[in-house]
Structures are given as structure tokens and as C-alpha cells.
């Protein structure tokens, strides 16, 4: 979603928040960058103001995350990634070799989209679901048929948190999944 510095003006006044030049700076640069970990974020906001101080920026995002603009997602065994689609019933796909990072639609209308055998008494609103693969750059860079389908490559690396585009040298582990007898 392209938002506009008037809009994030208005998004911060509706928040109750001020519209400082960080935060406008850090709204900025999460609309150019999209799951951005605190690094890149940090380095886009100094190209944009000159020098601001690495704890002001962590101060915004997680003023941000407090008041719904932003959402913190940490995949298994990544740093905290922000983004500024919020409010609607989204995962993500994350690569296991270069850790790219891209938004999924959810299949469920309605939250939490997936319904756990035992809730423990919990009101449950939300389930976090994060799908992993690898993508179709990485298929291509080691060799791997890629499924049947358009791909839009350039989105999926576009959003690649790792610094400097480097790759892991060796895909993730997947997390254990553990499965309960019914």
C-alpha cells in the first residue's frame, strides 16, 4: 500500500502520536522497504535526516507496533522485521536460504484462521503462520525445479532482509513440529 507522507501525518495525529521527523522517516523508509529488519530501517532513516540515534528509532518502532501502525514479525531464527500492513488476516513465506521475506493472503475469512485442538480457556483472536520454502530465486541460483506458475521474483527479493542481498550459506533447519494424539 503507497501511502503518502500526509497520510502517515494523519495516521500518527489519529494515534495520538506527534508527527516527528523519525517517525515520518521511519514510516518512510518500511513503505520503501517492507519487512525491514531495525538495521536496515536505522540506515534508510539517517540517509533521510543525517544522524538519528539507533535507540530513537527503536523508541518509534516499537511506539509504532504499540498503536497498531506497524507490525513486528520474527520469523524462527531472524531478527524483528516490520511492516506497515497491519489490521487484516495476512502470513508470510520466508526462504530458507536467503531468508526473503513476502506477504501471504490468508485462505480464512475470519481470525483466528486455524482452530487449535485445546484452547486452555484462551480467547484466541489471531493465529501467526509462517510458511517455509524456498524461493524461486534460490531454486533457480541452486538447481531446483520451480512449480508451474507466474512468480514474481523481484517482489520476493525486494523485500529481503538480509543485508547487502548476501544468502545463508545453508537452508534453516525447519522448526520441530510437534503433534499431539487426538
Not at 506458475?149 to 532482509?161: Q, S, T
Request: hydrophobic letters at 40%; proline letters at 8%.
Amino acid at each position: 500500500m503507497k501511502r503518502s507522507r500526509e497520510a502517515f501525518v494523519a495516521a500518527l495525529r489519529s494515534a495520538g502520536l506527534r508527527a516527528t521527523a523519525t517517525r515520518l522517516a521511519v514510516l518512510a523508509a518500511l513503505r520503501r522497504q517492507p519487512h525491514a529488519g531495525t538495521d536496515t530501517v536505522i540506515r534508510h532513516v539517517r540517509t533521510e535526516l543525517g544522524t538519528v540515534s539507533t535507540q530513537a528509532v527503536y523508541n518509534v518502532l516499537a511506539a509504532l507496533v504499540e498503536v497498531g501502525l506497524v507490525r513486528r514479525i520474527q520469523p524462527a531464527g531472524s531478527v524483528a522485521l516490520y511492516e506497515l500492513r497491519v489490521g487484516d488476516n495476512h502470513h508470510h513465506v520466508v526462504c530458507r536460504k536467503c531468508r526473503a521475506v513476502a506477504d501471504v493472503d490468508c485462505a480464512a475469512i475470519t481470525r483466528p484462521c486455524l482452530t487449535p485442538s485445546e484452547a486452555y480457556g484462551y480467547l484466541l483472536d489471531e493465529a501467526e503462520v509462517t510458511y517455509w520454502g524456498v524461493c524461486p530465486a534460490c531454486q533457480a541460483e541452486s538447481g531446483l525445479i520451480r512449480p508451474p506458475g507466474p512468480v514474481d521474483e523481484a517482489a520476493i527479493h525486494r523485500n529481503n532482509p538480509i543485508e547487502g542481498g548476501r544468502t545463508w550459506p545453508t537452508p534453516l533447519p525447519r522448526p520441530p513440529v510437534r503433534v499431539s494424539p487426538c
